[in-house]
C-alpha cells in the first residue's frame, strides 16, 4: 500500500514536473518573440518618421528616399505577420535597410546623416564601390561611383542578393533588382560585374562572384590553396632528397582556362 502510494506521488510529481517546464519554455520563447518583436517595432517606426519627414531635394536623394519608403512597407507586411523570432529578426533587417537608405539621402543633401546604424557582417564584406567606373555592357551604359550624382542616383547599402555580394556605393542603374525580384541573376550578370568592378580595391573578383564568394572569402581561399601546394612541395622535396637513385623528373604545370 505504501508502495502504491509512493508510486502515485511520484507520477503527480513527474508529470507536474513536465507541465511546469513546458509552460516555462513556452513562456521563455514569448518572452523572447515580444522583445524581438519590440526591438523591430522600435526600428520600423524609427523608419516611418524618416520617410514622413524627410523629402529628396535631387535625383539621388529622391530616389534614395523612394527606396527607404519601400522597406518601410515592406517591413510594416513583414511585422504584421511575424509569428517567430527569425521573422522578427527579418523584420528588423528590412527596417535596418531602409534606414541605410534614409542616411544616404541625408548625406545626398548635405545633411547630418543622423546616428551610425547597426553594422551587417554581410554588408561590410560585400565591400565599397571606391572609384568611378563607367562602362559599356552588352549595348548598356552603366556607371558606379562613391558618390551621388545625376549620373549615379541609385544607392545600394551593400549586401548579398541572390546569392552573391553587391557593394554598397551609387549606380546609374539598378542593376541589382532583377535578381532581387526573380531570386537569380540572369546571363550576362557576371560579364556586367566584371566590366564594372575588375581591379576594384576590396571586391571579389567576377570568378569568386560568380561562386558567391566576396574578396575576403576569395583572399582565404588563395591562403588556403598556397598552404597546400607549399606543404605539397615540402613532401616532394624530402622524398625527392631520400632517393638514392639521384634521378630528377619534371614537372608539367596545367594551365587553368575561364569560361564566362
Same mark, same amino acid.
Given at each position: 500500500m505504501g508502495t502504491a502510494i509512493f508510486l502515485i506521488v511520484l507520477l503527480v510529481v513527474v508529470v507536474g514536473g513536465g507541465i511546469y517546464f513546458a509552460k516555462s519554455q513556452a513562456a521563455a520563447k514569448k518572452r523572447q518573440l515580444d522583445d524581438a518583436k519590440a526591438d523591430a517595432r522600435r526600428l520600423v517606426e524609427r523608419l516611418g518618421g524618416q520617410v514622413m519627414n524627410i523629402t529628396g531635394t535631387d535625383t539621388a536623394s529622391q530616389q534614395a528616399m523612394a527606396d527607404a519608403s519601400e522597406r518601410f512597407t515592406a517591413a510594416g507586411s513583414q511585422m504584421e #505577420? +511575424? #509569428?517567430s523570432i527569425e521573422q522578427a529578426r527579418l523584420v528588423r533587417e528590412t527596417a535596418i535597410e531602409g534606414l541605410y537608405y534614409v542616411r544616404a539621402a541625408r548625406l545626398a543633401m548635405g545633411m547630418d546623416p543622423g546616428p551610425e546604424l547597426p553594422g551587417s /557582417? /554581410?554588408?561590410d564584406r560585400a565591400g565599397k564601390v571606391t572609384e568611378h567606373r563607367?562602362? =559599356?555592357v552588352e549595348g548598356e551604359h552603366y556607371e558606379a561611383s562613391p558618390d551621388p550624382s545625376q549620373r549615379t542616383p541609385h544607392y545600394y547599402p551593400g549586401g548579398r542578393v541572390a546569392g552573391r555580394p553587391v557593394p554598397q556605393g551609387w549606380y546609374s542603374e539598378p542593376w541589382w533588382k532583377p535578381a532581387l525580384v526573380a531570386g537569380a541573376w540572369g546571363l550576362g550578370s557576371m560579364l556586367l560585374f566584371s566590366a564594372m568592378?575588375? !581591379?576594384m +580595391?576590396?571586391?571579389a573578383s567576377a570568378? +569568386?562572384? /560568380?561562386?558567391g564568394y566576396d574578396a575576403g572569402q576569395e583572399d582565404a581561399g588563395a591562403a588556403d590553396g598556397g598552404g597546400d601546394a607549399g606543404d605539397a612541395g615540402g =613532401?616532394? !622535396?624530402g622524398d625527392a632528397g631520400g632517393f638514392d637513385g639521384g634521378g630528377f623528373d619534371g614537372g608539367g604545370f596545367d594551365g587553368g582556362g575561364f569560361d564566362f
Open positions: #505577420q +511575424a #509569428q /557582417e /554581410e554588408r563607367s562602362v =559599356d568592378f575588375s !581591379g +580595391a576590396g571586391i570568378s +569568386a562572384w /560568380e561562386s =613532401d616532394m !622535396g
